[in-house]
């Protein structure tokens, strides 16, 4: 079980295989894992985005996200779970968050990481601030399908 | 008691600082907090809350020394 | 959309990146990317598992993986889609098979790439033939759940 | 009209064979080539099958040339 919340950009495959290796001596034993990618686009609600501040509160947010792979080991059977989310500056194309959840069954890793991304999602204290290309800088909101859009 | 009390975010910037210290004579709940931090204008429907990092509702009583921290729904991911 | 059938050991992790690289131009659409990996591991039913063939049916195997990957695209909103999947000769925690589902938003990304691994496990002509520690070799017979059982 | 019949996995082995040739004067159904090509054996439930690689049902009419092929629930991925 792992959790980083980084201000340095991150290459999620790299970062997996790197995991997985320190995992090598339970490697025997997963069959399935099943990650989540979020890059960061260059636009939102229609306008071009230049650039975006992730605010978070820390530790809370490294607690919660500790907290919610603790949960999931407890409620699937999975053999373990890593969390990475960047904060800071980012720019378009970076990755913004990576969740895997490694299991016996697909089924299994498909749930758990569904649920770590969406606790994440609807709970962890992060918020984006975007920087239009023309200059505007705003909060983006949340709405309650989880989406993440834009309040001017 | 003295109880520290944050804001992320835009709730930040509205309130116009992201720390402040409040002292109290008798024990506040969550709720009260905000409204002794902000003007005495009720706390929005829309924030979230913590105490000591976990989530809380309004009517969480605070202890001296408590850190409670006020922000707005959250947006990462 | 690619869709490889392979006798080759495959990194899963390296291909996907490869795969990203290719479809840079495209990058900036997408925002989220779901993916499945499958390992073989080193026992099944209770037996200790020390080698694997995969019979595979070709070309149908991989018309049929093509077929699923185009219905994904015309089902949900998905940028592209990567399956790879092992065949012959395979050891324990070799990589068998390997989907992706790229696509602008997270429910969309985890639904198509569930479909696409659902579709492949229940429909890709691929059969697995496993020879045992103490040598017995025996077929892996399907079950209902789509887990894959043996069959003495 | 001719078709071939393959079959894969436990099925090749059962049969003890991976292709044989059919041969007949008449339009066959796949049900019929199974009958013929194993000895006039009822075709099994549990036996999918395909013709020219594509999903098929056991009534469904050959022409010739055409490959049908029989195998067991698939277990890949």
Redesign the interface.
Known sequence: MKVVVTTEPF?A??Y??DYEQQMRSQ?????????????????NEGDDVQAMF????S??TE??LEKISQTAMFQWEIIDTLIV?RVGEIV??DN??LVAAWA????T??EA??FL?EE??????????ETLTNGEKR????NTS???QTKI | MTVTVKFFASLREKVGTGSVQLNASTPLTVAQAWSQACNETPLPSHVLMAVNMEYVEPTTVLHDGDEVAFFPPVTGG
Chains 1, 3 share one sequence.
């Open positions: 290459n495959w790299e997996i295989q490697a025997l034993q997963w069959g399935a894992v099943t990650t989540f990618v979020g890059t960061m686009r260059d636009f992730l605010e978070h509160y530790p809370m607690n919660y989310h378009p194309q913004i968050v016996a069954h697909r089924g890793a498909y990481s569904r991304i994440l999602k609807h709970n962890a204290p992060f918020w984006k601030h909060w983006v909101a949340a989880g989406e993440a």
